[in-house]
């Protein structure tokens, strides 16, 4: 009669100290923290994964359990998160970062917040043009990243689906190499560390390994890769867009600004890297060193 409810008790608090011990495994990165059902199931819902070894998927493993503590996830409009649609945003948005580590996190620190939309989210805008008249206009959006957060993601769009419904490829991972959640990702990484306010221009900050020897000079020679691999796209899709040339492989919104070029470019290495080194090698080069990529040296 009386062991019964401390049993029952006993009980209670060993769940606790098992979900406790789970979140302290993922606060330190532990992969155990993801079971391992749930990770083969999220895995197998993105077929376009570039192939990795069991080491490298490992660390991948590692940075989404880090990356899950540390981000809040929510619904908008009556959506309801649950922890097969975390982890599929945690995968894709981790994946650039797997060779560099559990210190690239640091990347995603501006921001806490990310909601997912049941549908594309339209946001009311308002532009003052050169002439200084005020436009006031709604834009339908697939995602947004804000300096500070959170980070907008339309649920339909992460899994692949048009603006029409229609189904592009599986879990985002179109031809031209698109992927919403890695796109809006670069977009933080481009902003994290600068001044609030400060427009994300293409130029992220460059970790310390890329500023040896000289800062001033990787930095220069960073922007001038960007910028060189952005002339080109933007003649690519001229040559598609007025004379019916074929259309360059990387998407073409890449071409409205340097700072959409390298959110573009990211997407586009994550998902095809070989087909990126062929469109564009300096700036595949350029994105091997900043995310740690192994084959690196030989791409330099």
């Known amino acids: ?16 100290l098992q979900r406790w011990g789970r979140r302290w495994r993922a606060a330190r990165g532990d992969p155990t923290a993801i079971p391992d059902g749930l990770w083969e199931h999220v895995r197998q819902a993105l077929p376009w994964l570039p192939a990795m070894e ?3 998927e490992l660390r991948l493993r590692a940075l989404c359990a880090a990356f899950l503590m540390r981000k809040q996830f929510s619904g908008a409009h009556g959506l309801r998160v649950n922890d097969h649609m975390a982890l599929l945003v945690a995968i894709q948005a981790c994946l650039p970062l ?5 210190s690239a996190l640091a990347w995603y620190d ?20 050169e002439a200084g008249v005020i436009h006031e206009y709604d834009e339908e959006l697939a995602g947004e990243a804000m300096q ?16 029409h419904g229609g189904v592009t490829a599986p879990s985002g991972a179109e031809a031209v190499g698109h992927n919403l959640v890695i796109h809006e990702f670069a977009h933080a990484i481009d902003m994290h560390g600068k001044a609030l306010g400060q427009a994300p221009d293409g130029c992220p900050l460059l970790p310390a390994d890329m500023l040896r020897p000289d800062p001033t000079a990787a930095r220069l020679r960073w922007r001038a890769v960007l910028h060189a691999a952005l002339d080109e796209h933007r003649r690519r899709v001229a040559l598609h ?26 997407e586009a290495y994550s998902v095809d890297r070989a087909r990126l080194a062929v469109e564009h090698p300096d700036l595949t080069a350029q994105l091997d060193a900043f995310f740690a990529h192994p084959q690196r040296s030989a791409s330099q």
């Open 148 to 163: 500070g957060g959170p980070i907008l993601l339309s649920w339909p769009r992460v899994l692949g689906h048009t603006a």
């Open 98 to 102: 797997r060779h560099r580590g559990l």
């Open 1 to 16: 009669m009386v062991t019964t409810p401390r049993l029952g008790l006993l009980g209670h608090w060993w769940r606790l």
């Open 241 to 266: 867009e007025r004379f019916g040339a074929p259309a360059p492989w990387l998407d073409a919104y890449g071409a409205t600004s340097p700072a959409e070029f390298f959110a573009v470019a990211c």
């Open 54 to 56: 069991p080491s490298e």
């Open 110 to 129: 501006d921001f806490v917040g990310i909601v997912l939309h049941p549908a594309d989210v339209i946001a009311p805008r308002r532009l003052r043009d």
